[in-house]
């Protein structure tokens, strides 16, 4: 868990004294700067203190100010299913070993531990353009940053970990409505490389108010995992994607954007030492929802899942998301598969599936939400007649 603590000091007088050679001595200076500083620290536990300070040459002491509380709280909350969706579908003593492997390769992805932190405070009285912009390389549980904010109202936005995200990027963020975390714009993509957090907060800066201000930055995409069975199959290789997901997310509103081709991920490889089985993995944005959930069609958002039991969800009468697997068997022939998998993948979540890929190369599973569509001897931009299986309950 990270928190990021904030204190809040005004009213501090810096005073300096000048003299000149022949100046009449005893001569008293009082300088006073009305200064809002605003200092964000990250730091593992949740504190923040607003300091007042007041500093003259004399001891008269009439013009400072009371001290005022200001607090402002920041807190990665790392909703996950990983470690159930691993102890419960990864249970053989092989199968124990890719869980190992696979916590390995999401460590990056799965985690309460921001490298970079992107704070933007935005209008809220006029056209909701940003007033103000920092951004830091946090890299440790510590760190302290300083920001000069006037005393107004804003709406505060939050992106942990952009910065080395090699598929998603920040844009339009000089306004509000239009600050978003925008996926590529390619075909075929390769998997997030980073856990992406995000938060927003209206939140208004008075003097001489005690405040107390709480901001919850939540994970904003998932990854999922396609074990394969190639035992006696014989393949000589085999390639996966993914594809169905979100292609970006509205940080104003909380929302994901769909369309209606979006790009196909490609899937990284899991090794774990098994001569039985391949696993490959992808990290993206979320699936679609059941139609009727989001009801807005093709171009259908959805707000991020913010429970801390979000991964419990209904079969979709049609498929939302799916696996596309080639498989090269012994007699060098391709084989196509797509797995078409009809519950939701939600922000936060991570889904195994488990199959087995015979030796003509097609993919099957035993998994009841799943439909299989195969293509023997398959070659790319060719005229195929696909042979559909719906596993039967």
């Known amino acids: 868990m990270i928190i990021l603590r904030a204190y809040n000091n005004k009213d501090i007088v810096n005073v300096a004294a000048s003299a000149a050679a022949n100046a009449v001595a005893g001569m008293r200076v009082r300088l006073a700067k009305m200064v809002n500083k605003l200092i964000i620290i990250a730091y593992s536990s949740l504190l923040i203190t607003h300091v007042s300070a007041c500093s003259v040459i004399d001891d008269d002491l009439s013009d400072c100010p009371p001290d005022d509380n200001y607090r402002l709280d920041y807190e990665l909350r790392l909703v996950t299913n990983l470690t159930t969706e691993l102890q419960t579908e990864l249970t053989t003593q092989t199968e124990v070993k890719l869980a190992s492997a696979l916590r390995a390769h999401l460590s990056n992805i799965f985690t309460d531990y921001a490298h970079d932190v992107d704070l933007s405070f935005y209008d809220t009285q006029g056209d909701s353009v940003r007033l103000h912009h920092d951004e830091h390389i946090m890299d440790a549980n510590q760190a302290s940053y300083t920001l000069n904010l006037p005393m107004r109202q804003y709406m505060h936005l939050a992106v942990a970990n952009i910065l080395e995200n090699d598929v998603i990027s920040l844009t339009g963020d000089d306004q509000c409505p239009t600050s978003m975390l925008s996926q590529t714009e390619r075909d075929t993509i390769p998997s997030h490389n980073t856990g992406l957090f995000t938060a927003r907060l209206p939140m ?38 993914s594809t169905g997901f979100a292609t970006g997310f509205n940080l104003s509103d909380s929302t994901f954007l769909y369309v209606d081709q979006p790009p196909v991920v490609r899937t990284d490889e899991v090794k774990y030492d098994d001569q039985t089985g391949m696993a490959f993995c992808s990290v993206t944005f979320p699936s679609r929802e059941e139609p009727a959930a989001a009801s807005r069609g ?8 913010e429970t801390t039991d979000p991964f419990i969800s209904e079969s979709a009468a049609k498929a939302l998301w799916q696996f596309n697997v080639y498989a090269v068997t012994a007699d060098g022939k391709t084989t196509e598969s797509k797995l078409y998998i009809n519950l939701p993948l939600r922000a ?42 719906r596993n039967k309950r």
């Open 204 to 241: 208004e800066v008075l003097e001489g108010v005690n405040q107390n201000f709480n901001v919850h930055l939540y994970m904003a995409n998932c990854a999922s995992t396609l074990v394969v069975d190639t035992l006696g199959s014989g393949i000589r290789s085999m390639k996966v994607y």
């Open 298 to 305: 093709a171009q259908a958002t959805r707000t991020v899942i």
């Open 348 to 389: 936060g979540q991570l889904k195994v599936l488990k199959a087995k890929v015979r030796n003509d190369g097609a993919i099957a599973t035993d998994d009841q939400e799943v439909a299989v569509s195969v293509t023997l001897d398959w070659t790319p931009g060719g005229h195929h007649e696909p042979i559909l299986v």
